[in-house]
């Protein structure tokens, strides 16, 4: 069983910064593919920021250069620090988990973050 916990959402101010974690079992961390999603009102399911199977990153072009993905496998946990916020980044992130080697994705509970002044 993959459990991925994600915290640190919230309402913040445009232009403002937040950091999600997603805490998850060590080899999960390590041995699959981390990510995060988002998905506002009414829209679809979109990619933020993943990692690779090589631990490159990839981002979504509306993030590039304000998001950062990373992850800290000693501490269990995965991150998505997101700098100079905009309302249109209002929506539930959700943490992500590919198998490797099978088309599984597995997903947590989302955490809402808010933009707005």
């Known amino acids: 069983q993959v459990q991925l916990v994600e915290s640190g959402g919230g309402l913040v101010q445009p232009g403002g910064s937040l950091r999600l974690s997603c805490a998850a079992d060590?080899?999960?961390?390590?041995?699959?593919?981390m990510g995060w999603y988002r998905q506002a009102p009414g829209k679809q399911r979109e990619l933020v920021a993943t990692?690779?199977?090589?631990?490159?990153?990839n981002y979504a072009d509306s993030v590039k250069g304000r998001f950062t993905i990373s992850k800290d496998i000693e501490k269990s946990t995965v991150y998505l620090q997101m700098n100079s916020l905009k309302p249109e980044d209002t929506a539930v992130y959700y943490c992500s988990a590919d198998l490797p080697i099978a088309p599984m994705r597995y997903w947590g509970q989302g955490t809402q973050v808010t933009v707005s002044s």
């Open positions: 060590r080899s999960i961390v390590k041995l699959y593919i």
């Open positions: 990692f690779t199977s090589d631990d490159t990153t």
